[in-house]
């Protein structure tokens, strides 16, 4: 044998003349255990995205035009994708020449519904007619731009102070609806 490396076609050559004899023990370790199970595969697509974000910003538009800014120092998806959690809520309605800002420890919004929901020391400024709305509880739907509380508000102005156990306000028309014993002080 005057060169060692010509026999290394010999390798090939045994893999494939032996093949019988390996072949089967290696197909059978390669083969995929288990079954497709088509109920897994539906829940994989359905599973939500859970995050925590620090510092959010939602624009609502109305025909072009910006209404609402919606500001909150931390957001997490709720118990749908479709529903975000928010901390230390801060909001401007601009949609008319006279802006109204919100405030609240929590807050909610459904991104379908278009559906804002304030949690926990909800406080509403007025500033051109210098009023104040204090209340734990308040909601905003877009589709019809009223905004509901459906627990005891407290208003303070500077001629006035009112207190009603619910109140309605319709953000296009500017009018209130109050009931459950409603009291002003004028």
């Known amino acids: 044998m005057k ?5 290394l076609w010999i390798i090939p050559l045994a893999l494939f003349v032996f093949s019988p004899l390996w072949k089967p023990s290696v197909t059978n370790f390669l083969k995929p255990r288990g079954g497709y199970d088509p109920q897994l595969a539906a829940l994989s697509n359905k599973q939500q995205q859970n995050f ?9 538009t109305n025909a072009g035009k910006e209404e ?3 500001n909150a120092k931390r957001a997490f998806t709720g118990k749908t994708d479709q529903e975000l959690g928010m901390i230390e809520v801060d909001a401007l309605y601009k949609g008319k020449e006279d802006p109204v800002t919100m405030s609240s420890n929590k807050g ?9 929901v304030l949690i926990d020391n909800v406080i509403i400024r007025k500033p051109k007619t210098r009023e104040e709305l204090y209340t734990d ?9 009223m905004v509901v509380s459906p627990v005891e508000v407290d208003i303070k102005g500077p001629k006035f102070s009112l207190q009603a156990g619910r109140m309605d306000y319709d953000l296009s028309t500017d009018g209130y609806d109050f009931s459950k014993r409603v009291r002003v002080k004028l």
């Open 3 to 7: 060169n060692k490396r010509n026999l």
């Open 52 to 60: 925590v974000m620090d510092s959010i910003t939602i624009t609502l």
């Open 68 to 70: 609402w800014v919606v």
């Open 108 to 116: 909610t919004y459904f991104i379908n519904e278009r559906h804002l």
């Open 137 to 145: 509880l308040l909601h905003y739907y877009d589709a019809t731009k």
